[in-house]
């Protein structure tokens, strides 16, 4: 079974810096997709960014980027800029890309505070 | 508008009083699932459906029904709560092609508060 960790639960960063959010996760497939997840206090799920493991180009939106390892299975968010807005929990997921599975798997969220 | 939808948004009940969240979604998705979450925890998926009549436990089943008979319909049924119930619920849908917009991730509903004491 494939696990996601999450190993910082509190992150916080002043307006206008850079942060990093960590994610590692284990599998033991080739092929799957990794996910980065926003949730402000309105408890919505906000996708922010995706990556596919085949694609070795890391993915980029605007503000936000990853920093994909697949050797170390590693999955970074990089927040540059960062605006208040982007105060919120933060959950890493992990999905197969076998056959038809559309299970995500979650990390325990990392809580981001930006500081004015 | 594209959209998920759940209700109710906020449920406080008691121990053992059967109780239904509603999801519907508009997209004419294939696949839908339901998870919880719990602090430190993340998000665990309960069930999930393929399609109409096609539905599968999760990695936290217990204590949970679900049905499927509409494609846009997903009730989660908890027939006789408990208090370790008491959890922030989300449904969530997705094509179940990958090469379709959009079939690459899941669209979440606002999620459902529920309380069980």
């Known amino acids: 079974a494939q696990t996601v960790t999450q190993s910082q639960p509190e992150m916080s960063v002043q307006e206008a810096e850079t942060v990093t959010l960590s994610c590692t996760y284990d599998t033991s497939e080739s092929d799957y997709y990794l996910f980065w997840y926003k949730q402000p206090p309105s408890r919505q799920m906000i996708l922010v960014i995706r990556?596919?493991?085949?694609?070795?180009q890391n993915a980029t939106e605007n503000r936000f980027s990853v920093n994909f390892q697949k050797a170390a299975k590693s999955f970074s968010l990089k927040i540059s800029d960062s605006q208040l807005g982007d105060a919120a929990m933060y959950f890493c997921a992990y999905r197969s890309a076998k056959g038809s599975a559309r299970q995500l798997t979650f990390g325990s969220g990392t809580q981001l505070t930006v500081l004015p | 508008e594209a959209q998920v939808t759940q209700n109710p948004r906020y449920l406080i009940t008691v121990t053992g009083k059967k109780l239904t969240v509603t999801c519907s979604q508009n997209m004419n998705h294939e696949y839908m699932s339901w998870y919880r979450q719990d602090p430190g925890l993340g998000l665990r998926q309960i069930y999930y459906s393929m399609n109409v009549e096609v539905t599968d436990k999760g990695d936290v089943p217990e204590g949970y029904k679900v049905s499927r008979k509409e494609k846009r319909n997903f009730p989660l049924i908890l027939e006789s709560p408990s208090p370790n119930q008491t959890s922030l619920y989300f449904c969530?849908?997705?094509?179940?092609?990958?090469?379709?917009?959009?079939?690459?991730?899941?669209?979440f509903g606002p999620g459902t508060r529920l309380t069980v004491l």
């Open positions: 969530a849908s997705s094509p179940s092609i990958a090469g379709v917009v959009g079939g690459n991730e899941q669209f």
């Open positions: 990556q596919e493991a085949y694609k070795q």
